[in-house]
């Protein structure tokens, strides 16, 4: 069917602005989507929001024609995807419902024609390209924080370049087997989650996201990094893929000991080699099991440091962990410690997977 779309900008919008998309706007966006929240940078780097309202064409046979509609106006209701049960957001500062203005869904083809708020502390949370940041400081002006070195590593846009094309290879030397095997030995202790929702936190590149999604397992895919610059790598790579259906992947930029669910609501949290990267990785295993359902499954990948025979392990092991409290981007462990968080944060069922250097364990919530 043939047929044209004609888009409007607006340069400038005030909160009431944002708040009605339906407002005919002027000008023209770069790109044709129905709904599309265009970043723009100010000379301090502050973001400023434009909605794009597309309009509807229609054609016949013999002729077509170009109609401008008004989208519908806004809906108020708790933010999630299209089945009310799949993803039910919350804010990472009181953990209250999310109320979303705007067009309903979550996933980045509509998401930036919405807004949202917590319906307690009424803090507001925006999006941009698809991403929703939902972090205790998104938005935040003026606001400089010094970031962990391990946080920082990955802030950095040449390393999320770089990240899926060449320096995950890098895990080789800690005997890490590559995507398609690791992401085959995780779907072993996610056959529970299947047909549920399944967060993909320090998702990267979203390597493991895309094959997720791929699997068609799961209801809804939600790809999470505390890094803007890794989010946006990852949905570059999901859009390039015709394989992936991109209703059923969330978006979302959130700090893993905080995250931005409701209690008892996920089927699943998957986190490949990420958990030794986390600040605070007790902390972060006990928001996995706040956000897991009653049975649900936490699945995650890191590699290990070898323990010296007796009686050098009594000498190793004070040195590493004194080591560790220097600051260093990555966590050294062994899978008794790695074990012994999971164990302090609640999860039972300790199963794991070891080859060499290289470990993937699955935790359950008790039901």
């Not at 002729?63 to 806004?74: I, K, Q, Y």
């Not at 409701?262 to 006990?286: D, E, K, N």
């Amino acid at each position: 069917m043939a047929g044209a779309l004609n888009c409007m900008i607006s340069s400038t919008l005030s909160h009431a602005d944002l708040l009605t998309p339906y407002k005919k706007l002027k000008g023209s966006c770069w790109k044709c989507r129905p709904w599309f929240v265009q970043q723009q940078h100010d000379g301090y780097g502050r973001r400023k929001h434009a909605i794009v309202a597309a309009a509807a064409s229609s054609s016949s046979s013999s002729s077509s024609t170009t109609s401008t509609t008004a989208p519908p106006p806004p809906n108020t209701d708790y933010a999630y995807m299209e089945n009310e049960n799949s993803v039910k957001l919350a804010c990472p500062v009181c953990y209250q419902p999310l109320v979303q203005t705007g067009r309903k869904g979550l996933h980045p083809l509509v998401v930036d024609a919405s807004s949202f708020r917590c319906e307690s502390c009424h803090k507001p949370y925006m999006s941009m390209t698809g991403i929703i940041d939902l972090t205790i400081s998104g938005g935040a002006q003026d606001l400089e924080e010094a970031l962990p070195s391990g946080v920082a590593l990955f802030q950095n846009p040449l390393l999320a370049y770089v990240y899926e094309r060449g320096y995950r290879d890098v895990f080789d030397i800690f005997n890490f087997p590559g995507y398609n095997e690791e992401f085959k030995m995780a779907q072993v202790f996610l056959k529970s989650a299947k047909g549920g929702t399944i967060l993909d936190v320090s998702c990267g590149g979203g390597g493991f996201t895309q094959r997720f999604l791929i699997s068609g397992d799961y209801e809804t895919v939600i790809a999470s990094d505390y890094s803007e610059a890794m989010l946006e790598n990852c949905r570059g790579f999901l859009e390039k893929d015709p394989a992936v259906d991109s209703k059923k992947v969330v978006l979302i930029r959130a700090d893993v000991a905080r995250l931005p669910f409701a209690t008892s609501s996920l089927a699943a949290v998957h986190a490949g080699a990420a958990i030794h990267c986390w600040p605070q990785p007790t902390t972060s295993v006990a928001e996995i099991c706040r956000v897991l359902k009653p049975g649900g499954v936490f699945v995650a990948s890191t590699f290990l440091v070898p323990i010296p025979p007796s009686p050098l392990a009594g000498i190793f092991t004070p040195i590493r962990r004194t080591i560790m409290q220097l600051g260093l981007p990555f966590q050294w462990w062994t899978e008794s410690e790695v074990r012994g968080i999971t164990e302090a944060c609640g999860l039972v069922g300790w199963q794991s997977i070891r080859r060499g250097a290289y470990i993937v364990f699955a935790v359950h919530k008790p039901v």
